[in-house]
């Protein structure tokens, strides 16, 4: 079928195709006069699926003229064109969708005439980088619309994964009842070690802080400062059994972790959620979070922790993502704001 | 069992409880008159085990006491105590291993007496950096000693994860017969497609170079800077048909990403060895790696490069082994020196 190649759209001029080719599938907008105006995407589909051909004057448009200009007045034209080509491959009808998102997708055998949108869909490349403000953006304006955000990141080979993006309000069912009296703990090197028995016990037992280590319950960093913050533990030096307050403790934490503030915040909101919290080094990520007793269940969340005015890579990102579903878990992106912790999550689907 | 507190050691004087301890377990070291010297280590060991009671004169030492003496001149001792006990705890016999590692260990059911230490254990702290000279140095040392080479990561809450490491020589079976004379490409942003089918096809069915995207053969930047470097590809910019020489297209692509020349190098040194280089976006690493045509199998490897210099830290170091490990193949780490590309293979191991 013909189409005639005009400044940024191609043009079915005969009604009867027009409205064939609109039709199956819901390509292009329909003109008054009954012809038809295809985007260049769209053309672009059309002619490598062999159902339309591409004329200027009488003469053929080879497919790269096609492409070229395509991409001359649209930015990471190819980017877009993959995720296009990828979602019309799998059946759904897909619209350009003006400022805000790059399409939108209707449900599947739904139109634009019948139906309403169901996701907005993001393009992305693998090379963009990730700004967590906007990304942030994206997924209230979506929510605020009530459909489903998609993101489809493509890599340098034109592989494509898509991410489903929404807010999170992680709450879990521990109730810490306090430890009592301050505990007395002893600070070795980036350890912090509790002797007295009975107060180890007071402090696993009422929120799970720590872990035994033979006859010793060994506190991290973390946990300490927070313990430290709450007035449940003292800390002096092993080898001089000086007191350390807890600003000289945070200093000396630093040393070890650059981050630890940011750690320490998010902390302290899952620890005010309920939640159970124990380092996720092994998963490679920030925490791993229980929603009640470790000994007795799985973490349900591992836990990245991101601070405000964060910018990093796709790769990154994909790799939290792949890690915590390789392990069953969800990865949750902390964000870590002076107003407060929010929690987004991000999760794999095929669409 | 009583033990005397020394300088830097516990001595247990009589002969009987000596040989005792020794004998079950290899703890310290004979002394001429048939006392045992403890090290701190196996002291503080023995008296959590409570098979020993540690005396200053007449007084018992307290555990945090030991504790404090032991790690006075001992750097790292916590993260080292740690790794000994879990060893000792799990039924090998353990000991300390002069200047290059931390321990020895001996096969399960083996001593020093009867049997020759089966692995070399370094103690690391997950929050010490991962220096790539001073790691391969270690494999090396530990390879031509005969040994395996054991790295046990200490998490900030005790935590251990083992890992073994050594060298690796990945080898495929692909033989690449070139493609002729030079394929056509043009470039778009950030990625080469080659309109012409037949050179497509040619470069496909050679190497399985590109990727097929809709009527067009998609190749990304290394593959079409590889192809460019062995004469076997010619790019010209998608809008103008403007010629793209070699050294413009890498500046080009260096702008995409920054470490394009480490990975270019990565990526011409593993298909020298008869294999197949695809991207390793989706699992967040840079290659993931065929042994042979990838449309009949599975990818054996992933692989990350690492530049010559290059220090991280354990915990990235960590997430690619486990990201590895969640898709069931090998990770190694390419370190691309200006003498060659070396290979090292890190996987998680249960001792």
Same mark, same amino acid.
Request: include cysteine; charged fraction near 30%; glycine fraction near 8%.
């Given at each position: 079928?013909?189409?005639?190649?005009?400044?940024?759209?191609?043009?079915? #001029?005969?009604?009867?195709?027009?409205?064939?080719?609109?039709?199956?599938?819901?390509?292009? +907008?329909?003109?008054?006069?009954?012809?038809?105006?295809?985007?260049?995407?769209?053309?672009?589909?059309?002619?490598?699926?062999?159902?339309?051909?591409?004329?200027?004057?009488?003469?053929?448009?080879?497919?790269?003229?096609?492409?070229?200009?395509?991409?001359?007045?649209?930015?990471?034209?190819?980017?877009?064109?993959?995720? +296009?080509?990828?979602?019309?491959?799998?059946?759904?009808?897909?619209?350009?969708?003006?400022?805000?998102?790059?399409?939108?997708?209707?449900?599947? /055998?739904?139109?634009?005439?019948?139906?309403?949108?169901?996701?907005?869909?993001?393009?992305?490349?693998?090379?963009?980088?990730?700004?967590?403000?906007?990304?942030?953006?994206?997924?209230?304006?979506?929510?605020?619309?009530?459909?489903?955000?998609?993101?489809?990141?493509?890599?340098?080979?034109?592989?494509?994964?898509?991410?489903?993006?929404d807010r999170a309000e992680p709450k879990g069912r521990l109730e810490d009842p306090?430890?009592?009296?301050?505990?007395?703990?002893?600070?070795?090197?980036?350890?912090?070690?509790?002797?007295?028995?009975?107060?180890?016990?007071?402090?696993?037992?009422?929120?799970? +802080?720590?872990?035994?280590?033979?006859?010793?319950?060994?506190?991290?960093?973390?946990?300490?400062?927070?313990?430290?913050?709450?007035?449940?533990?003292?800390?002096?030096?092993l080898a001089t059994s000086r007191n350390v307050p807890l600003p000289r403790f945070?200093?000396?934490?630093?040393?070890?972790?650059?981050?630890?503030?940011?750690?320490?915040?998010?902390?302290?909101?899952?620890?005010?959620?309920?939640?159970?919290?124990?380092?996720?080094?092994?998963?490679?990520?920030?925490?791993?979070?229980?929603?009640?007793?470790?000994?007795?269940?799985?973490?349900?969340?591992?836990?990245?922790?991101?601070?405000?005015?964060?910018?990093?890579t796709w790769p990154e990102m994909s790799r939290a993502v792949r890690l915590a579903? /390789?392990?069953?878990?969800?990865?949750?992106?902390?964000?870590?704001?002076?107003? #407060?912790?929010? +929690?987004?999550?991000?999760?794999?689907?095929?669409?």
């Amino acid at each position: 079928m013909p189409g005639e190649l005009a400044k940024d759209c191609v043009v079915i #001029g005969d009604p009867t195709e027009a409205s064939q080719i609109y039709n199956k599938g819901f390509y292009g +907008y329909p003109m008054s006069g009954g012809g038809l105006q295809l985007e260049f995407l769209e053309a672009l589909f059309l002619v490598e699926a062999s159902r339309l051909e591409v004329l200027s004057g009488e003469k053929p448009v080879p497919l790269h003229k096609l492409m070229a200009m395509a991409a001359s007045d649209n930015r990471d034209f190819e980017i877009k064109y993959i995720v +296009y080509r990828d979602l019309r491959q799998r059946g759904y009808v897909v619209k350009t969708a003006g400022e805000d998102f790059d399409f939108r997708v209707f449900p599947r /055998g739904g139109s634009p005439t019948t139906t309403q949108t169901k996701n907005w869909v993001a393009a992305r490349s693998e090379r963009a980088l990730f700004d967590m403000s906007s990304f942030v953006e994206d997924i209230d304006r979506a929510e605020r619309t009530r459909k489903e955000l998609l993101l489809a990141v493509v890599d340098e080979e034109g592989d494509l994964t898509y991410y489903s993006a929404d807010r999170a309000e992680p709450k879990g069912r521990l109730e810490d009842p306090g430890s009592g009296e301050e505990v007395e703990a002893r600070l070795l090197e980036d350890r912090v070690l509790v002797f007295d028995e009975a107060g180890a016990q007071r402090l696993y037992g009422s929120g799970y +802080y720590g872990k035994q280590l033979g006859k010793v319950l060994q506190l991290s960093l973390i946990e300490a400062a927070y313990l430290m913050e709450e007035g449940r533990l003292r800390v002096s030096t092993l080898a001089t059994s000086r007191n350390v307050p807890l600003p000289r403790f945070k200093k000396r934490a630093l040393k070890f972790q650059p981050d630890f503030e940011l750690r320490l915040s998010a902390y302290r909101d899952l620890r005010s959620r309920g939640m159970v919290v124990k380092t996720g080094f092994k998963y490679g990520t920030h925490f791993r979070v229980y929603e009640d007793d470790p000994d007795k269940i799985h973490a349900r969340f591992l836990v990245h922790c991101i601070p405000e005015d964060h910018t990093t890579t796709w790769p990154e990102m994909s790799r939290a993502v792949r890690l915590a579903h /390789g392990v069953k878990k969800e990865i949750l992106f902390a964000w870590v704001r002076p107003q #407060g912790t929010e +929690y987004l999550r991000l999760a794999r689907v095929r669409p």
